[in-house]
Each structure stands twice: as C-alpha cells, then as structure tokens.
C-alpha cells in the first residue's frame, strides 16, 4: 500500500515491518504522559525523566482582522540534556518560528496562541518580560542564521562578548575579557588576544559564526537554539563550523535545537529530529532512524528527492529524480487537516479533514500520518 | 518519462484553480487598490480633486470678476462676510471669495508646470547619470549638488526682479504672465534636483538587477531595457517625489507672492496674502481664506503623495 | 561578417573557452580622480569546452569566479583577455564590435538561465509580456503567432496555458524558474548557461526544476552549462565537471571519476566537507582547515597552498599548470593524491 506511487528513497528500504504496523496501531491517540516520557530523549542513570525543554501543543498565530493564519499547529517536542533535536523543513514550515517561541521572540505580530513551553520545569509563559529577558542569553542562547547581522557593526568583538557577561554574570571588565579570551580560543579562533580588538567586517563569515558561536556559550547555557547557522556559509567553512559544534557537544554535553533546512546537515549535528512541514511536525524520531526507516511521506520524499553526491547518477539510463509536486509549504495553508496532503501521492479524503495525530510506530519514533496504521483509521471512523 | 512528470501535471491544474480565483493583476493595478483602501491617500485625493474642481469651475462658481472692484462703493473695503459676499471683500475692495477661487488655476498652473520642467529634467540628468555611471555620472552629481546648495529664493527673487526691470519698453512686456512664467520655470529648474537624485538612485538600483540581465541577454536595446525595464519600475517612486513636488511648487509661488515678487496681473494666493497681512487685524478673512486655500491644496498634494507611496512602496512604509 | 554555422562533427565542442581572465581594478578614491593600486584576478586563464548535447558543471565556493566566467560568455560582463568561441565564431568580437544581427544570432544559440527567480523577472510584467519579449526582438514567426508559441512555451516547461496572463508575484519560486527557463527557450537556443537555477529554490521543488532540466536536455539536445556549489544537482546533471578556486580551473573532467576519485586536494576537501544525508557515514577525510584568502591577496603559486594538507615547496612559489592526467581528466597540482 505505501509503495503506491511515492518516490521512493535510493537506499531506505520502503516496506515497513509487520510488528512495527501491529504497535503503531496500538496508540492512535495522543500519547499518554508515560510514553512522552520516553520521546523525550536520552534518560542518563542520574537524572530524572523530566526533559530540558518540553513544548507541548504550541500553535502560532498571525492575528488578521477575522480569521488567524495558523502558521504554526500542534508543534510538540522535548529536548533532553545532552542531546541535539534537529527541525528540519523548507522555508515556510514553520521551523524558526517554533523556535523563537521558547525564547517568546516572535517577530511581529505573530503571537503563540496556544500550547505550553516548559524548560527547565518552568512554564515559559507564566514568565514575565523581565524573566524572560533574564533568560535569554544566559540559560538558553541563540545562534542566527546569518552572522553579519547578529553582530553590532561598531562595537569590538571584545566589547560586545564582554557586555553580555556584565550584564548576566556581572563580571568584572578584567575577568569578562580573560573569559571572552578563553571562549574564543575555545571555539577556534586562533590569536583571540588580537580578535577581541576587531570589528565584526575584519572578519570572514566563518570566523564571526564562530565569534557568535562563542557569544552563545559565554554563560553556559543549558540551550542553544542554533537557526541555520552554517546555510550563509560556504561547504568548507560549513563542514569546519559544524565539526566545531560537535566539538562542544561533547565537551559540554550540550543541549541544542539546531534549525535547519539541509538533511545532510542534519544527519551530522542531530541525536533525534522533528521534521516540519506548513507548520505542523511530520515525524519525530532518532537521527538514524530519520534516514533508515522513514515512515511519513513527506520525509520520503525529501530523502529521495536530494540528489546525492556521494552516489553514481544513472541518468544515462533515463533516470529522473523523485519528486514531491506542486510548491513548497506557504503560511497560508489552513484546515485542521494533514497540511501536505495537498502534495501527498498517499493521500485519501480523509487526509483533508481530520488532524494527523501522533502515532508510535517504532521505539522513539512517531508519525504524524493518517496512512499509517490501520487501526488508526477504525479509530477515526 | 519517469513519474515525477505525472505527478506534476496532477498538481499543477490544482494550483491552477487556486489562481483562478482570483483574478490576475498586475503591480499597477495592485498598488491602485491599496491606494483606494489608504485612508491619507484618498483624503489627498479628495482634496486635490476639490482644488482641482474649483479651478474648472472657477468662473462658474465666483461671484464675481476677480478684478470687480465696484464693492468700494457698496459694502466698501474690507466689509465681513455678508450674502453677496460670502468671504468679504479685502483692503481694495475685490470680493475675497471670488479671488480665492482665481487663485486655484494659477496654483495649480505653477505646480503642475514647475513639476513637468523638474520632473523632465530630473529624470533625463538622473537617467543618464544613473545609467551611465562612472565619470558621467560624477560629473552630473556634483552639478546636481550645486543645484541643491544654492539658495534658491534668493535667486528668483534676484531674477524675478530683474527681468520685470529690464523688458520695460521692450516688445517682452507685452508678453501675458510673463513674470509668473518665469517663475514657474525658476521653480522647475531649480527644482530638478531631488528627482535627478532619485532617478539616479533609482536606475543605479535597477540597472543591474537580474531582470536587466535577462532582457540584456535576449538582446533588447538600450532603448528597451531604459524605457521598457528600467523606467516604469522608477516610475512610482518618481510619481510619489512629483506629487510632493507639486505641493512644494506651490508653496514656494505663494512665498514669492507673499514677499510682493509675484505677477501683478495673476490672481495668485501668495498676492492675496500680500496684499491683506497688513490688515490682518480689521478684515482677518482677507488673509485667512487665502491662507487656508494654500494650506489645503499643499497638504492634498502631500497626503496624495504618501498615500501613492505606501501603495507602491508597500515595504518602506510599514 | 557572420560565417554559416558549420554542420560541425560531433566532436567538435559547441562552446570552447580559451584562457578566459577578468580582473578589476582595485581603487582607492582621491580628490579628483580614483586612483587604481591594483587588479583582482577574479577569472584567471579559465579554459573549457562544451559539447553539443553534453552538460559541463563548474562547480565551487563564492567567490571562486564561476559566476563571474559563465557571465563574460553572454557578454554580461566584459572580459579582459582570453578567447570565447562558439562553433568558430568569436564570441567576445561579436558583441563588442560585431553587428546587432551577429549578436542576435548568437544569442538564438546561446541562453542564460539566472540564479534568482524573483529576482529575474520584471515584476511589472504578465508572464506573457516576459515571454513575449524574445520573440519580438528576434522575430520569431508572425506576432499572431507568437499566443501559441507562448503556450507552447509553458506547456513545455510545465506550465498551464493560463498562467501566461498572470505577474510573477503571483508564483512559487519552482514556477517563477520554470518562467525564466522558457524565456531562454523562446529563441530555441542549443546552449543554456544556468547559474545556479536551484539554489534559492526550496528541497522538494528542486529535484522538480533538475529534472525539467534533464527532460529538456533529452528531448531538445540541449548543451548546458551549469553553474552550481551543489554538487549533488552536478552528479545528477552532468557528465563533465569542472572545479574552480579562487578564479582558476584545479581539475576537470568526468564527473563520476573525479567524485568518486578527486586527485585535486581542493577537490577531494569540497566533496568530504559536503553533509550527506546519512548518519551512518563517518565523514572519511578530515576536512580542510582554514578558510580561502580573499581573491585581493591571492597567493602566489598554487591557489590553495595556504590550506592544503600537502604542499610541496614548491607550490608556493610556481603556479601549477592545468595538464591531462588521465584521458579526459586535467589536474593542476604538483602533488596530486
């Protein structure tokens, strides 16, 4: 059933087991606290099953005069400590938003009209502006997409890494600068002595992700929300950036959300990733499971349709890349419905109408798909 | 081939109906629609439309000959408002209400005629400037920011003045306006220099944008590519300076006229003014109807002008 | 003077490059007059050829030049020395000094494909205006005819018939570069240059776009030059690759051999620094340190010298010349891998 007509990924193989379908069927509705509990992520011995961040539910609103445009819809996902979640999804999913709300920076005027965003055991949203304003920086940090823009262009390096840290740690000028020092050294910039005296356009788009880099981690955050960080830059300072990112993983045990639209990139950084599509969540799963045994179609396709550089093309023999048709995702798509089911080559009626609520179909995995477990559908029915 | 072409013939036609709905239209008639639902814009409008209607109709509307002076002898000078004069008369007896509205042809001559001289020769040195560029343009520029430094007034009025001295008895002095029609062109040329700015800016912007590139590469003309491409890209931008302008020239003729350099046989707001401040006390509506003339037709053009320009430039303003 | 197009061989290649360089003055402005205290080489003795019915892929970093020689074959850039020859007819001579039919001939021949779908069409203009506009300039039949060649156009690169009536604010990216791709195709070219057409395009309509761009290739003939960092797209598209790094040619030659077996060291960096969608896979060389020098402070001798894990002595100071390695393969290194 599901080899219908969809392009089907070079190497995952397509059919899903048998026993995996017998306990997807299993939980059709949402899922309860218990089994949440281990999408959560890595469980080490010591701690608690309680997740770093847990949001739940969170849908995002653009407020016209009559009807919201609900960008983003029923987003759910949690963060262990140590562990890296990638969203992956094309412009227009919904990704960055859904980030920004942890840290409640939407830009204008969308607003979250719904949902929980718990980090840390707090409600974010019973936190007041200065609360927040407390936050941001210091236990969760963000690292933008585009380097030259995060970056006063006036102020030194070294000015404005040490103004974070008097205004969070409330560190003395001469410390401040020894820590910035030791950061920056940290994420690879060699002479950090002489960088510090630099304005930001001294420096190469590498050499500020990596200062930015460094500006995330100057308070030891227990989050970093990484947006795109390596898409502005060239393959090999990409290739160098996310080598660094790994790096820190492992030195600080980590915690990240690493927005991107790139699954190769993904593949590297993430333990676990959320797939976003029109702003609804496709699936959710581990990182080897993504690209092993992916079971939405809208991850299949994606998969399939990168061409690889690392596989012999047979175009001689005719060959043609398999596609998803139509467009991309636009904030206008609206329903309660399966958002791709507009481009689904699996789609039936009820796709349109009815929510695709989350399903485990593997240890750790959930799809967001309709198709997808027979007993599913007697439910719905 | 492959069923990756079915696929997107399936789709496409979909995307097809979503369009069809609506119906296409054109970044002209976009920005008409958003200019029709600003709420600045379409009172400039209404405001320019009444001056516009006054100056039609004027010799309809107005009581009386602008330059009836025959109330001396009933109601006298400086009478109040009354029936037969429903804004009074000023200091020489003219029926203040029927000079107002000979007022609104002249004002909208001056600014429509120093905007086309501005405008022609701002977007020809722009143009060239911008398109050319390189030494060209460098020169033009720095002539363009001589225009921009010289104390304009100064100098009309030092020209106004001169003129009307030196055709006394000269076969000039029988020309119509001629001291208005000087103006009018002093204003224009010292007027072009913003709109070369912005045309230059403007064309620098477009000229190597990807769509030039395109049609460059197809092999359209120069010609093409500058009346074709670049031009009616400038155009709203231009049309948003213009219709500032307007309300600028006009406003400038009234302070000329103010100052008692205008054309002394033009009816013209500014003269109006001139001609009553010093009585502002004993017949306040011989100033104040003037003034209040002016003041609507200035900001009609320039409501009308941001109006345009939110419509056209949707990113700018918000 | 324009010689017939010859019924060339099918060896003989459609475009040849020949020692293609473009620099720019560095300037430092005075009072009067821009001083100029140097050159930026960023297109440096740059030779290829294309063949009819082949895809030749250039392929590297910003800033490496392959933009910047793409644009000099349309003339969309002058360049400042070098030689570019279509079928015999040189290129650069025409549209510097030749006749606007010369040049028009050549454009029929030769096609542009741009980077930026919303950036390369003119936004005030109904996709038939855009498409009507080459037909116009190079007379393409009856103007009453010129409706159907439109729809022919559209259906040919996907499109419905109605969408001609539309602007190109209405459209997704994948369709405003299916619009751009039939503009180039109204004059019936045999060679498009596509600078990276699907770069600015979202995932799942670029393999939409690549494969229009094969269909094309197949039923048209079509020759393509294609301009992309992404090498996945040049695996799929092309059979001939070429690598550039800071404005010069490291290697070329057939795809499969060089991205299964890069023998440049630049090479073999670009293609282990690219992310594949595939956690199992241990990235298998360590990628290359450093980042590109400016194309101001380009070093002396080999290019990459400054980042390269085997330098010799001597690649600092003498410039590796682009010489065959194996048929169909050339290689500038002193010490290939």
């Given at each position: 059933m599901h080899q219908a007509n969809i392009s089907r990924p070079i190497t995952d193989p397509l059919t899903t087991s048998p026993s995996s379908i017998a306990s997807a069927g299993?939980?059709?509705?949402p899922l309860s606290t218990g089994e949440r509990a281990q999408v959560g992520g890595l469980v080490s011995a010591g701690e608690a099953t309680e997740p770093l961040v847990h949001v739940d539910n969170l849908r995002i609103h653009f407020p016209p005069r009559r009807a919201p445009i609900r960008v983003v819809e029923g987003v759910s996902y949690s963060v262990a400590r140590g562990e890296t979640l990638g969203i992956v999804g094309e412009s227009g999913s919904g990704k960055t938003l859904s980030s920004l709300a942890i840290l409640r920076l939407l830009p204008r005027p969308a607003q979250i009209a719904g949902g929980r965003i718990v980090f840390e055991g707090e409600d974010l949203a019973a936190k007041s502006d200065e609360e927040m304003r407390r936050l941001r920086g210091k236990r969760i940090a963000m690292v933008f997409q585009n380097p030259g823009f995060s970056l006063h262009p006036l102020m030194t390096i070294g000015a404005q890494l040490s103004e974070i840290l008097a205004v969070h740690?409330?560190?003395a000028r001469k410390d401040a600068d020894a820590r910035v020092e030791e950061l920056l050294r940290l994420v690879g910039i060699s002479d950090p002595g002489a960088r510090i005296r630099q304005y930001p356009h001294e420096l190469s788009g590498g050499m500020k992700q990596r200062v930015c880099i460094a500006r995330a981690l100057l308070c030891n955050p227990s989050l970093v929300l990484a947006d795109e960080p390596t898409t502005s830059l060239d393959v090999t300072i990409q290739a160098q950036i996310l080598e660094l990112f790994e790096e820190l993983k492992a030195r600080f045990r980590m915690s990240m959300i690493f927005v991107t639209h790139d699954m190769g990139v993904v593949a590297r950084i993430a333990d676990r990733i959320a797939v976003m599509y029109a702003g609804q969540i496709c699936e959710t799963a581990d990182a080897s499971t993504i690209f092993s045994d992916p079971q939405h179609p809208y991850t299949r396709a994606l998969l399939g349709s990168t061409p690889r550089v690392d596989q012999r093309s047979t175009r001689a023999s005719g060959f043609r890349l398999p596609t998803i048709g139509g467009s991309g995702p636009t904030i206008?798509?609206?329903?309660?419905?399966?958002?791709f089911a507009t481009r689904c080559?699996?789609?039936?009626?009820?796709c349109a109408r009815l929510a695709p609520l989350p399903l485990a179909v593997g240890p750790r995995h959930i799809v967001h798909c309709l198709k997808r477990g027979s007993a599913g559908e007697a439910n719905h029915a | 081939m492959s069923d990756s072409s079915s696929l997107n013939a399936s789709v496409l036609p979909d995307d097809a109906a979503v369009l069809a709905r609506h119906k296409p239209k054109g970044i002209w008639r976009q920005g008409c629609e958003r200019f029709l639902h600003s709420r600045t814009g379409m009172l400039g409008l209404v405001l320019v439309a009444l001056v516009v209607a006054v100056a039609v109709f004027g010799p309809f509307l107005a009581p009386f000959d602008p330059h009836d002076q025959s109330a001396m002898l009933d109601p006298g000078a400086k009478a109040p408002p009354s029936w037969v004069h429903p804004l009074g008369t000023d200091r020489m007896a003219y029926d203040v209400a029927s000079r107002v509205i000979y007022g609104a042809p002249t004002a909208l001559i001056v600014g429509l005629g120093a905007m086309s001289i501005a405008a022609f020769v701002g977007v020809v040195v722009g143009g060239i400037a911008g398109y050319r560029g390189g030494l060209t343009d460098e020169i033009i520029m720095r002539a363009t920011d001589f225009f921009l430094v010289i104390p304009v007034f100064v100098v009309i009025l030092a020209v106004v003045r001169l003129l009307s001295s030196m055709v006394v008895n000269t076969p000039l002095e029988s020309i119509p306006y001629l001291n208005l029609g000087t103006i009018i062109v002093l204003i224009g040329i010292f007027g072009w220099a913003p709109i070369a700015r912005m045309t230059r800016a403007e064309f620098l912007r477009l000229k190597n944008q990807e769509f030039i590139e395109a049609a460059r590469c197809i092999g359209a003309t120069t010609g093409d590519i500058l009346f074709r491409h670049i031009l009616p890209n400038a155009l709203p931008s231009l049309i948003v300076m213009v219709a500032l302008g307007i309300g600028g020239a006009i406003l400038s003729e009234a302070m000329i006229g103010f100052l008692g350099f205008g054309d002394p046989k033009a009816v013209s707001w500014g003269q109006l003014l001139f001609f009553n401040y010093e009585s502002l006390k004993v017949a306040p509506w011989a100033s104040l109807a003037p003034g209040a003339a002016i003041f609507v037709t200035v900001l009609g053009f320039n409501l009308l002008a941001d109006g345009l320009s939110d419509a056209f430039n949707p990113r700018s303003g918000r | 003077m324009l010689e017939p197009v010859r019924s060339a061989a099918a060896s003989d290649p459609l475009l040849t490059v020949r020692n293609l360089s473009k620099s720019y003055p560095v300037t430092r402005s005075g009072l009067l007059r821009k001083k100029i205290v140097g050159t930026i080489d960023a297109v440096k003795e740059v030779s290829f050829s294309v063949h009819a019915g082949e895809t030749l892929s250039i392929v590297g970093e910003s800033g490496c030049g392959k933009t910047t020689t793409a644009r000099s074959i349309l003339n969309l850039v002058a360049p400042t020395s070098g030689e570019i020859q279509y079928q015999g007819r040189d290129v650069v001579k025409t549209f510097a000094t030749g006749g606007r039919e010369d040049a028009l001939a050549l454009r029929r021949q030769m096609q542009y494909v741009f980077q930026d779908p919303y950036l390369s069409l003119n936004p005030r203009w109904s996709v038939r205006q855009i498409l009507r506009e080459p037909l116009r300039i190079h007379r393409r039949g009856e103007p009453a005819t010129w409706d159907d060649q439109i729809e022919h156009l559209l259906a040919r690169v996907g499109l419905p018939a109605s969408y001609a009536d539309r602007y190109p604010h209405e459209f997704s990216g994948g369709q405003r570069q299916r619009i751009g791709i039939a503009r180039a195709l109204a004059v019936e070219p045999r060679l498009l240059i596509c600078d990276e057409p699907v770069s600015s395009l979202d995932v799942s309509v670029r393999a939409q776009i690549l494969n229009l761009l094969a269909d094309l290739q197949d039923d048209l003939g079509l020759s393509y030059l294609y301009i992309s960092h992404d090498l996945g797209s040049v695996r799929f598209l092309s059979r001939r690759v070429a690598v550039m790094y800071l404005g010069t040619i490291v290697e070329i030659g057939d795809v499969d051999a060089i991205f299964d077996r890069p023998r440049h060291h630049y090479t073999a960096a670009l293609l282990s620094a690219i992310p594949v969608p595939d956690p199992t896979r241990v990235a298998t060389a360590k990628g290359v340190r450093g980042e590109a020098p400016s194309v101001t402070e380009r070093p002396r001798g080999c290019p990459f010298h400054t980042r390269c894990p085997a330098a010799l002595p001597v690649c600092r100071d003498e410039m590796p010349a682009l010489v065959p390695s194996d048929p169909d393969h050339k290689l500038a290194c002193h010490n290939p891998r």
């Open positions: 299993l939980s059709r509705a740690e409330r560190l206008m798509q609206q329903g309660d419905g399966c958002r080559p699996e789609a039936g009626p009820e | - | -």
